[in-house]
């Protein structure tokens, strides 16, 4: 049997991240993907590990020759999953999970319909706010951009299977453990704790 494909996303600073790694980590049979990107490492980082680093001519190299199931151009970077090694995944039975930008998100959508998405999404956008400060990672300027972004990407919520209010990463990570062990493919759209997801989209709509 084919593995399923997982897609999460969510504003930068929402927990997606964490919350894919401690899924993986916890839950058998699930591969989490490495993407391709441009920009530089963060401290810590490792090639081939967290992502594959490129160059902006190798990925567009790459980009040209189609061997991205989904590419995007985000906060200045490109970043793209590499079809064939999703494609060999998949074929040996392992789930994939990509931890992708909604942008992404969408090209996966149209190329594989039954694919589980997922958009994560932080309390409100003043947390947000604070745990993009408080993480110490970017310049003012930067969190203002992300912080922009985040509006565009909370919008697109109706767009995914689920969603899920990153509050506590332990409750959320139990509530993402119950999606991915009950997902069916015909699912609709967000229904899990409909008011406060109107709630938290609501503090993105302020700000506009």
Known sequence: MAGRLIVMSGPSGAG???LGRALVEQVGGIRFSVSHTTRQPRPGERDGVEY????????RGMAARGRFLEHARVHGH????AREWV???LDSGQDVLLDIDVQGARQIMGEVPDALTILILPPSRRELER??????????AVIRRRMEHAVEEVAAYKQYRYAIINDSL?????????VVDSHESDSGGPVRNARRIR???GTFKEAR
């Not at 409750?171 to 453990?177: G, I, M, N, Q, S």
């Open 170 to 178: 332990e409750d959320a990570l139990l509530e993402l453990k119950s």
């Open 52 to 59: 594959f680093f490129v160059n902006e001519r190798e990925f």
């Open 131 to 140: 745990r993009l400060t408080d993480r110490g990672q970017d310049r003012l």
């Open 16 to 18: 997606k991240t964490s």
């Open 199 to 201: 709630e938290v989209i």
């Open 78 to 81: 490109y970043y793209g999953t």
């Open 87 to 89: 494609r060999d995944c």
